[in-house]
């Protein structure tokens, strides 16, 4: 095969959804091999980087971004306060198919470049001499084997091909033409495909198939296979594949992987080590392989003891696990700890949202929530303004949950609908809801003669939430509702939402309170069962019917309408008509009661940490939380 010499490689970078721009023609600087590898490539265990960094390699000029050039080395303390919260380095380390870039605009990272023609036709590229982790090759027969082996094998999946490939319910046509060259091929537009790609939770549509065919019964030899079986301590080959195919658990050390670093630790354990990945696929144009950092080291903690770990100077990275109500004790760390605060903003539609659940079991409190006046009464009896100036010293900014003014869809209308403090409207519409019977004790009484005590369940992680439902209980009180907290851990609180077993939980808003035209909607109809207000509508769209509830409320119907209006709309003014309407229905019917957005979000980083934004977006999705700043590109001051 023809191989364009390394000094006048083309990378060609898609910069847009419509399609590719004019490449670029950029030669490779001279490579500088690792330090923390040296020593095996000296023994000849390890190839020299020249043979390790893929032909054309993302090229990163770190004086174009304003940010300093690093050198290679160390090891970078960060928490989590859950073992399985590991997955975090995936999240972090963001290296994706395409990706966002620190504007938001979707680009190439392990891919070379992509073609989309009308969002019909999407021709990934892939780059020529890419390797996994351990060294084999990174090709389309890893998409295939994902594609024809794990998505659509009963055993392994047994819904099939993830929902984001469905149009119109049907899967699109793919193809693999050569070793770098996949193509998706629907017969309807999917705009959705290549922001789904980008997710801080990717699909990972591709899989290291050199090393799970050993697990998989096509492949694998029968008795070598039920050995392994056996050994896992599984019921079936599909079980154990599944056991080790885990991409974004992150948890199982043998899996080869394209992130920066890799896992190096087995088991359960307090700290866990990530090396470098000798095959990671960025440079700097000094030559540098990135990431600069060598190791990270991640050490899971009791979430109530990370402010004051950090305080002690025991972490150079964190904002996992701390509230804007420990900025106070990280100040007054700052200068015995060798670290510095930012107060980055954050970027979910709502800090503090309360979720009536439409789909609750109890058919008496069902009805009573599904009328809109009840919701739109408990959102006009929050203090907002009090909550933003007890927990936030006003830094937030009240109001409804909606988007942010950093999305073009931002509309004041939407952020102050029924969220003004007014008891007296309150009271009048739960009067109208015919909730105009009280108890000797001045609580409302449900149609069914039960008194109005609200249980409001929360994930027990923020101390600023039950802070803030405190002030909610006063307030709702004056209007005849008893607000009851029950703090749960989070997967406990969710396996009892989707079950239809909680009344009303509290959680964050909309992960991307920052949506953009090309940003589906879909979060904002019944489509998914996170959505705490109707877990089971969500159940019934994964579904297809299978489990959970048909959405029966005509303003949720209309969503669907709306979300599938966005789906197969061809101009940019269709989408954005779409999404104003979405945004209007839950401004008006108040799906989730937002109490405020905007409030900033601790960041401790290391006085010795370099290329951290001092200002920056604390989001998930779009952002994956670091993983948009590139913390590859961090390094530490020698």
């Known amino acids: 095969m023809f191989k364009i010499p390394r000094t006048s490689l083309v990378l060609a970078a898609s910069l847009t959804l419509a399609g ?34 893929p032909d054309d390699p993302v090229i990163v000029d770190l004086a174009a971004k304003g940010r300093e050039f690093g050198h290679q080395g160390g090891t970078l303390r960060t928490m989590v306060t859950r073992s399985k919260d590991i997955r975090q380095m995936v999240v972090y380390g963001y290296s994706r198919l395409v990706g966002y870039n620190e504007k938001y605009e979707l680009v190439p990272d392990i891919l070379a470049s992509y073609e989309n023609a009308d969002n019909r036709t999407f021709t990934l590229h892939l780059r020529e001499g890419h390797k996994w982790s351990d060294g084999a090759p990174f090709t389309s027969a890893d998409f295939a084997y994902w594609w024809n082996d794990v998505a659509n094998n009963e055993l392994l999946s047994p819904s099939g091909p993830p929902d984001f490939l469905r149009v119109e319910g049907e899967l699109p046509q793919v193809s693999f033409p050569d070793e770098t060259t996949v193509v998706f091929e629907w017969a309807d537009p999917n705009p959705n495909f290549l922001q789904s790609l980008a997710q801080a939770r990717p699909p990972f549509i591709y899989r290291p198939s050199h090393f799970l065919k050993q697990y998989h019964a096509d492949y694998a030899e ?39 670093w890799l896992n190096a630790s087995s088991g359960k354990k307090i700290r866990h080590n990530f090396v470098r990945n000798p095959y990671y696929h960025r440079i700097d144009s000094n030559g540098v392989q990135l990431p600069y950092i060598d190791v990270i080291e991640m050490e899971i903690v009791a979430p109530g003891l990370v402010a004051a770990k ?51 079991a109890d058919e008496g409190w069902r009805e009573v929530l599904r009328d809109v006046r009840v919701r739109r009464a408990l959102s006009l009896a929050i203090d907002r303004k009090t909550i933003n100036q007890a927990l ?46 009280r108890d000797s004790s001045g609580t409302r009484l449900l149609p069914d003669g039960r008194p109005m005590e609200l249980v409001v369940e929360t994930a027990g992680e923020r101390q600023e939430v039950e802070n803030a439902l405190q002030i909610v209980t006063d307030t709702w009180r004056e209007i005849g509702v008893k607000l009851v907290m029950r703090p749960l851990d989070r997967d406990i609180l969710r396996n009892r939402v989707f079950a239809g077993n909680t009344m009303a939980a509290v959680w964050f808003g909309w992960d991307n309170g920052i949506p953009q035209v ?15 207000a109707w877990p089971k509508w969500g159940q019934y769209y994964q579904t297809s019917g299978d489990v959970g509830e048909a959405p029966d409320m005509p303003a949720a119907q209309r969503l669907m309408e709306l979300a599938h209006d966005w789906d197969v709309a061809t101009t940019d003014e269709q989408r954005a008509a779409a999404w104003k309407e979405m945004l209007g229905i839950h401004a008006d019917q108040v799906y989730g009661i937002g109490i405020l957005a905007g409030a900033p979000q601790p960041v401790v980083v290391s006085n010795t940490l370099r290329n951290v934004p001092e200002k920056a977006m604390w989001a998930w999705d779009p952002g994956a939380h670091f993983g948009i700043h590139r913390v590859d590109e961090f390094f530490f001051a020698q």
């Open 222 to 260: 029968a008795d070598a296979l039920a050995a392994e079986v056996d050994d896992a301590r599984v019921k079936s080959w599909a079980a154990l594949h599944n056991k080790l195919d885990n991409m974004y658990k992150y948890d199982n050390h043998m899996l080869p992987t394209l992130q920066p």
């Open 310 to 360: 950090a305080n002690a100077g025991e972490t150079d990275l964190q904002a996992r696990g701390l509230d804007f109500r420990d900025v106070s004790i990280l100040k007054k760390g700052e200068a015995g700890g060798n670290y510095k605060t930012y107060l980055w903003q954050t970027g979910v539609a709502s800090q503090i949202a309360i979720f009536p659940n439409l789909n609750y």
């Open 392 to 437: 936030y010293f006003k830094l937030g900014k009240p109001g409804a949950m909606s988007v942010l003014p950093a999305s073009p869809f931002f509309d004041e209308k939407n952020l102050k609908a029924w969220a003004d403090y007014d008891p007296d409207q309150a009271n009048t519409l739960l009067d109208e809801a015919g909730l105009d019977k």
């Open 20 to 53: 590719l721009i004019p490449a670029r023609a950029e030669p490779i600087p001279p490579l500088q091999e690792s330090a923390f590898w040296k020593s095996e490539v000296e023994m000849g265990d390890l190839p020299p980087v020249e043979e390790r960094i």
């Open 518 to 532: 090309y940003t589906s909607p879909a979060f904002l109809a019944p489509t998914d069962q996170v959505f705490l």
